[in-house]
């Protein structure tokens, strides 16, 4: 497969404005590794918001094809609007200029709305990170609920804790990303790009099994802190990007 001579990164909204990524810092990390690549920076991605309603899950034990088809809104589980990352993808695809449709383009696009995909080994959604494809989306609201918080952290909001939530996320601060923390996110924003990039140069391999590798596939926030802190790419990733 070619390589990639076009990325293009569109810009989250700024609201809400506790989930913020810098795309500026992304744009730099990926430009070091692949320095033969265009990289630019676009605006949010401009999308009705009619439209993405069509893309929201009401019932996150039902796929998408069965899910109710009014009431959308009368979401009684969630805190969070949950979209199906797939259905998202499929409506932005057809929002893409033809002549950036081909494999020369990657389009990453920054967004604060939580993506899912609706898994068949326990049949239900899941939040995500990223939905690599044409375009890839980075769900920056999926980096702080996708991957999980530690085990204790669960356990003790069984205890009870919950009532206070805030005291409960202090005792385990720097375990988690959590909103607001713009240094991190931007970090695992990088981490998941990167992933949207190895995705098309390896033909559909986006992750490592590499615990220190930036594209090692983190369920768990602390796994996912952990390749944040070592900023590297194992040996056999740091290769194929150089010789690219
Ligand atoms: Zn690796």
């Known amino acids: ?3 990639p001579r076009f990325i293009h990164i569109n810009q ?3 609201v809400p404005a506790a989930v913020v990524v810098d795309a500026k810092i992304v744009a730099e990390e990926i430009d070091k590794l692949f320095p033969s690549c265009k990289i630019d920076i676009r605006p949010p991605f401009r999308y009705e918001e009619k439209m993405i309603e069509h893309a929201k899950i009401a019932d996150i ?3 998408f094809e069965k899910q109710p088809n009014q009431e959308r809104d009368n979401m009684t589980m969630m805190t969070i609007p949950l979209y199906d990352g797939f259905v998202m993808q499929k409506m932005f695809a057809e929002m893409i200029p033809i002549e950036e449709l081909s494999l020369d383009h990657i389009h990453i696009i920054l967004t604060t709305l ?4 609706f898994s068949e080994d326990d049949w239900r959604y899941h939040g995500r990170a990223v ?5 890839s989306i980075i769900s920056i609201t999926g980096i702080i609920e996708a991957p999980a918080k530690p085990r204790e952290f669960y356990l003790a909001q069984l205890d009870g804790m919950a009532a206070d939530n805030g005291s409960l996320k202090k005792k385990f601060a720097g375990r988690f990303i959590d909103y607001n ?3 991190k996110i931007t970090a695992a924003s990088i981490n998941y790009a990167l992933q949207v990039i190895f995705f098309f140069i390896t033909s559909g391999e986006p992750f490592c099994n590499h615990k220190d590798c930036r594209l090692f596939n983190a369920h768990w926030q602390e796994d996912l802190i952990h390749t944040i802190e070592k900023r590297t790419l194992c040996n056999h990733h740091r290769n194929l990007a150089k010789n690219l």
Do not use: H, R, Y
């Not at 939580?114 to 995909?117: D, G, K």
């Not at 939905?131 to 375009?135: H, L």
């Open 181 to 183: 923390d713009e240094n």
């Open 114 to 117: 939580l993506t899912c995909t």
């Open 61 to 63: 034990k039902q796929p």
């Open 12 to 14: 989250a909204t700024s």
């Open 131 to 135: 939905i690599c494809g044409t375009p």
């Open 1 to 3: 497969m070619g390589f």
